[in-house]
């Protein structure tokens, strides 16, 4: 549950209104990039050379947060899934992580398409800065965090020419392409960038 105190009005004698202060700290905003993955990024890229941009920003909230990513230099009308996952396959500089076994737990979050010019915008609102898990008893899951985002190819055709075959299951149908872009962990905490207070103990974020 969220520890924000929300402003009440109360009525006092003879009729007055009065407004409480909430004495709350104020929302937590960050602002991160996705990493194209080493693989594969290349084959969302519209011009070698132009780099990708993957940029987001998370603004915590009363109730829920807000995530916006924007997407540029990409090339157009392609789909993409937006995932929070559990574990990043690279490494904090970008570079692949060569320990990568897969990545753990993942919440399907938006579908994401790039415009006729190779860009994108979306939103998504849910519980994200330091609270966002996932648990399932019946296969002995603990909470799980997913503080990682993500986007993979829709059509795994799209990747083809980086040399991608067969099919993932990050969309709707279970058979999505490669993971095009990623955020990197923390090079000291070892999280991912949805958790905004990090512990003392590394890979232990504060909810």
Excluded at 113 to 133: K, S
Aim: glycine share 10%.
């Amino acid at each position: 549950m969220r520890k924000f105190s929300i402003a009440a009005l109360t009525l006092a004698l003879g009729g007055s209104v009065l407004l409480g202060n909430s004495l709350a700290a104020p929302p937590l905003v960050s602002v991160f990039s996705l990493s194209p993955s080493p693989a594969f990024g290349r084959c969302a890229q519209k011009n070698v050379g132009v780099p990708l941009v993957g940029a987001v920003t998370v603004a915590e909230g009363p109730l829920n947060d807000t995530l916006t990513l924007r997407l540029a230099n990409f090339k157009p009308n392609l789909g993409f899934d937006l995932f929070t996952i559990q574990n990043s396959n690279l490494i904090s500089n970008g570079m692949a992580n060569p320990n990568f076994k897969n990545f753990g737990l993942a919440w399907y979050q938006t579908d994401v398409e790039t415009d006729a010019n190779g860009a994108a915008f979306v939103d998504i609102h849910t519980i994200l800065v330091n609270q966002i898990f996932g648990f399932d008893p019946a296969v002995m899951l603990a909470p799980t965090n997913t503080f990682h985002v993500g986007i993979w190819f829709n059509n795994p055709a799209d990747a083809s020419a980086c040399g991608f075959t067969g099919t993932t299951p990050f969309n709707g149908e279970h058979n999505a392409g490669p993971n095009a872009m990623i955020t990197v962990p923390n090079a000291t905490t070892g999280l991912g960038p949805l958790c905004l207070n990090p512990s003392t103990t590394p890979g232990v974020c504060n909810p």
